[in-house]
T-cell receptor
Framework: GENVEQHPSTLSVQEGDSAVIKCTYS??????FPWYKQELGKRPQLIID?????GEKKDQRIAVTLNKTAKHFSLHITETQPEDSAVYFC????????????FGKGTTLSVSS | DVKVTQSSRYLVKRTGEKVFLECVQD?????MFWYRQDPGLGLRLIYF???????EKGDIPEGYSVSREKKERFSLILESASTNQTSMYLC??????????????FGSGTQLSVL
């Protein structure tokens, strides 16, 4: 089955800096890669996703890039703000009927002002 | 907005008890999932169901079973609770894979403690 590795496990940045979180996946048939953000005590929420026919997607300060050949994808957050502090999870979905999302172990991002 | 409701926010049970965790969604979603969340281990898939009466094992199904008799309800059952099943349990639903919107909607979670 699919396996998703996520790095780093913790990331501390200064407000205004950029943050990058990287994930690799094992199943070359996977074709959907979302990112979820979980604030303390809250449920995970989708922040951005990308499909395998696209190399990059942007939404304001966040962007996701995908390298299918290397089987890795990354989340980029620019001009970080304290409210970006949260746990971020990457995930991958296989290409077969009824497949579920498999998540990475998460990255705790701390943005200090 | 989609609402995914988990019946209990906190639950304390004894070792060996049979435990039922209930999840209900109100948006007619086909797919439903149970994950457990542990510090440093992320979200691990226990079971999922892509339609009524259908179920598939996830990565860590041992010690668990599920039931989906109605489309809106997906139950997780711990047949004989053990201390290593102490965890946060998250239910989620989505319309279906390959839909233009594959967003997973999560419940608020059930923190289960097995003593």
């Amino acid at each position: 089955g699919e396996n998703v590795e996520q790095h780093p496990s913790t990331l501390s940045v200064q407000e205004g800096d950029s943050a990058v979180i990287k994930c690799t996946y094992s199943d070359s048939a996977s074709n959907y890669f979302p990112w979820y953000k979980q604030e303390l005590g809250k449920r995970p929420q989708l922040i951005i996703d990308i499909r395998s026919n696209v190399g990059e997607k942007k939404d304001q300060r966040i962007a996701v890039t995908l390298n299918k050949t290397a089987k890795h994808f990354s989340l980029h957050i620019t001009e970080t703000q304290p409210e970006d502090s949260a746990v971020y999870f990457c995930a991958a979905r296989g290409n077969q009927a009824g497949t579920a999302l498999i998540f990475g172990k998460g990255t705790t991002l701390s943005v200090s002002s | 907005d989609v609402k995914v409701t988990q019946s209990s926010r906190y639950l304390v049970k004894r070792t060996g008890e049979k435990v039922f965790l209930e999840c209900v969604q109100d948006m007619d979603h086909e797919n439903m999932f149970w994950y457990r969340q542990d510090p440093g281990l992320g979200l691990r898939l226990i079971y999922f169901s892509y339609d009524v009466k259908m179920k598939e094992k996830g990565d860590i199904p041992e010690g668990y079973s599920v039931s989906r008799e109605k489309k809106e309800r997906f139950s997780l059952i711990l047949e004989s609770a053990s201390t290593n099943q102490t965890s946060m349990y998250l239910c989620a639903s989505r319309r279906t894979a390959w839909h233009t919107n594959e967003k997973l909607f999560f419940g608020s979670g059930t923190q289960l403690s097995v003593l």
